[in-house]
């Protein structure tokens, strides 16, 4: 036989997370971005509490609107990271396709064997089986169906987090000069405390000594009793 032509069965999925310090307006900018592109929110996902919360979406995007999705949904937030896969589904297409046709041949096969002469235990096991395979048809129907969606829709994940407003090195530059600051300020408390005890002192050795020079009587603390 004259070799298949098939067309080619992919699925495209790229993975985007992406952080925020302004929650409302990043969500409402999100929410946009995904209406211009015409994507479908296949699954959704909200937790934590305003400080901390998160949202993820699992979105259905056409081949053709993949790449604008992408690039607008990126730039929603502060990109942390973002990859994108692409595979080649064809193989399994065909196995399915295959095992399809070998069953519609068996089904085919046992429906012929209807008209030969048979008990009727045969004839009933022969329909339960038959209708066992018409089943099986059924089933690989509808993953067929999946594979057809395949080069149809493509999948776009994407992560919003809420983060503090407050950068994480602005906040060790703070830390650092408020440090500082305490610490200049009790060398400085240390240094005008020994200054004053140094003035005190030496403001009492010059009253002693003025005591002293007034009253020659007056001796000092180390002079002998006469």
């Given at each position: ?154 999948t776009v994940n994407i992560s919003l987090r809420e983060t503090s407003g ?61």
């Open positions: 036989s004259a070799p298949q032509t098939v067309e080619q069965k992919y699925e495209r999925i790229s993975n985007i997370d992406t952080r925020t310090a302004n929650w409302d307006a990043d969500t409402t900018a999100l929410r946009t971005a995904i209406e211009s592109v015409e994507a479908l929110v296949q699954r959704e996902y909200v937790s934590g509490l305003p400080g901390g919360r998160s949202l993820t979406l699992s979105l259905g995007v056409v081949p053709l609107r993949f790449d604008e999705a992408v690039e607008r949904l990126r730039g929603v937030g502060d990109l942390v990271s973002i990859n994108s896969v692409k595979n080649d589904r064809t193989s399994d297409f065909l196995a399915l396709e295959a095992k399809r046709l070998s069953l519609e041949k068996t089904r085919d096969g046992l429906s012929a064997l209807r008209s030969a002469g048979a008990s009727l235990a045969d004839r009933m096991n022969l329909e339960t089986r038959i209708l066992e395979i018409e089943g099986q048809i059924q089933e690989l129907g509808v993953s067929l169906g999946d594979f057809s969606e395949l080069n149809s829709f493509c407050t950068k994480l090195w602005p906040r060790l530059v703070s830390a650092f000069f408020d440090a500082l600051g305490w610490t200049v300020a009790v060398y400085v408390g240390l240094a005008v405390s020994l200054l004053a005890v140094l003035g005190i002192a030496f403001l009492a050795l010059r009253i002693y000594d003025r005591l002293k020079e007034g009253n020659p009587a007056v001796e000092g603390p180390g002079a002998a009793k006469k």
